[in-house]
């Protein structure tokens, strides 16, 4: 897979390590003359330009790219960038990062954004996710289909508690897809048997959101977190 990250920072550099790790082709580009430290990821390409720059980018070799990570400190930059991958190149996945949450709301499709990824927002929800019990907390929204993954802890008084997922009758475009057991994914077979301290995990559709407070009363949870989900 050929990647062109744009960004030579502590970030775009985390990304390229560990993606060539895995034999995948990467490109590094930057404006900075400073953020150029070939030897920190020698197994790289490294290109200095500007990838709000249209020449720049077909240097990198953007023509023939899978994938392009707009990952600089600059929300311009990277609205910019994933806009003229997108819209212009036909990049298949631009991914994008979101430096400040006030943000995020311009990154969508209109700006070219398949995957907008805010830092911010996935701290805040591993912090939600780790005293999350008996609130139903949204992880992620998956971009494209408006779909959100959903997680709650059951305690022992949920409704759901003894109940074989079968058994459950969740609104339309909701689904149980996986429990997570003493730290052990599960399946979520019609036969399991719902017990107090299971963590589980649904996907709702945007069309299933309006129901939220009725899955979380299934679930013996609260409504939590509704804005602090990472974006995908």
Same mark, same amino acid.
């Given at each position: 897979?050929?990647?062109?990250?744009?960004?030579?920072?502590? !970030?775009?550099?985390?990304?390229?390590?560990?993606?060539?790790?895995?034999?995948?082709?990467?490109?590094?580009?930057?404006?900075?003359?400073?953020?150029?430290? !070939?030897?920190?990821?020698?197994?790289?390409?490294?290109?200095?330009?500007?990838?709000?720059?249209?020449?720049?980018?077909?240097?990198?070799?953007? +023509?023939?790219?899978?994938?392009?990570?707009?990952?600089?400190?600059?929300?311009?930059?990277?609205?910019?960038? #994933?806009?003229?991958?997108?819209?212009?190149?036909?990049?298949?996945?631009?991914?994008?990062?979101? *430096? *400040?949450?006030?943000?995020?709301?311009?990154?969508?499709?209109?700006?070219?954004?398949?995957?907008?990824?805010?830092?911010?927002?996935?701290?805040?929800?591993?912090?939600?996710?780790?005293?999350?019990?008996?609130? /139903? !907390?949204?992880?992620?929204?998956?971009?494209?289909?408006?779909?959100?993954?959903?997680?709650?802890?059951?305690?022992?008084?949920?409704?759901?508690?003894?109940?074989?997922?079968?058994?459950?009758?969740?609104?339309?475009?909701?689904?149980?897809?996986?429990?997570?057991?003493?730290?052990?994914? /599960? *399946?979520?077979?019609?036969?399991?048997?719902?017990?107090?301290?299971?963590?589980?995990?649904?996907?709702? #559709?945007?069309?299933?959101?309006?129901?939220? +407070?009725?899955?979380?009363?299934?679930?013996?949870?609260?409504?939590?977190?509704?804005?602090?989900?990472?974006?995908?």
């Amino acid at each position: 897979m050929k990647v062109i990250i744009a960004g030579a920072g502590s !970030v775009g550099r985390s990304i390229a390590r560990e993606l060539s790790s895995k034999s995948h082709s990467i490109t590094l580009i930057d404006k900075e003359t400073q953020a150029m430290r !070939v030897a920190s990821v020698p197994d790289v390409d490294w290109l200095l330009g500007d990838a709000c720059d249209p020449q720049a980018l077909a240097e990198a070799g953007i +023509d023939d790219c899978d994938v392009i990570v707009a990952a600089t400190g600059d929300d311009k930059a990277n609205l910019v960038t #994933s806009m003229l991958s997108k819209l212009v190149y036909g990049v298949p996945r631009v991914i994008a990062r979101i *430096n *400040n949450p006030r943000n995020e709301w311009l990154f969508d499709e209109n700006w070219g954004v398949d995957v907008p990824v805010s830092t911010p927002r996935i701290m805040t929800s591993l912090v939600e996710e780790a005293v999350s019990e008996g609130n /139903l !907390v949204r992880m992620a929204r998956f971009h494209r289909s408006g779909t959100s993954l959903y997680q709650t802890h059951l305690t022992d008084s949920a409704p759901v508690v003894g109940m074989s997922i079968g058994e459950v009758i969740l609104p339309p475009g909701a689904v149980l897809t996986t429990i997570v057991r003493d730290g052990n994914p /599960l *399946n979520a077979e019609r036969d399991l048997t719902l017990e107090g301290g299971d963590q589980i995990l649904l996907l709702v #559709s945007e069309e299933a959101e309006p129901d939220l +407070d009725l899955i979380g009363q299934l679930m013996g949870a609260d409504l939590t977190g509704e804005d602090s989900s990472t974006e995908d």
